[in-house]
């Protein structure tokens, strides 16, 4: 199973940005998919996660600007960031938790995209 990650970017401060995360391998089922990120010398921090049945939940700090949804038929999970803010610099990491014929249910990430907000 693989996740990869695209959509990342230079933005300006409150502009906007669309990240995408599709996942391929011999997968059965995913659950849970969601989108962290790490700035520079900051921990891993959640940024939104999504059910399989489409409920969402986000950071605090992120609420009402960044907005989640996936595509069951497609493997693949977005994320659709406005009034993009400085602060939201980082490399952003999608993630499922997927059953694939081989492992199992097992916890997956991609390889990062970076997201940069000039001020």
């Known amino acids: 199973v693989q996740l990869q990650a695209c959509g990342g970017g230079l933005v300006q401060t409150g502009g906007s940005l669309r990240l995408s995360c599709a996942a391929s391998?011999?997968?059965?089922?995913?659950?849970?998919m969601g989108w962290y990120r790490q700035a520079p010398g900051k921990q891993r921090e959640l940024v939104a996660t999504i059910t399989s049945g489409g409920s969402a939940d986000y950071a605090d700090s992120v609420k009402g600007r960044f907005t989640i949804s996936r595509d069951n038929a497609k493997n693949t999970v977005y994320l659709q960031m406005n009034s993009l803010k400085p602060e939201d610099t980082a490399a952003y990491y999608c993630n499922a938790y997927v059953w694939a014929i081989s492992t199992g249910w097992s916890d997956y990430w991609g390889q990062g995209t970076q997201v940069t907000v000039s001020s």
């Open positions: 391998g011999s997968i059965r089922s995913i659950r849970n």
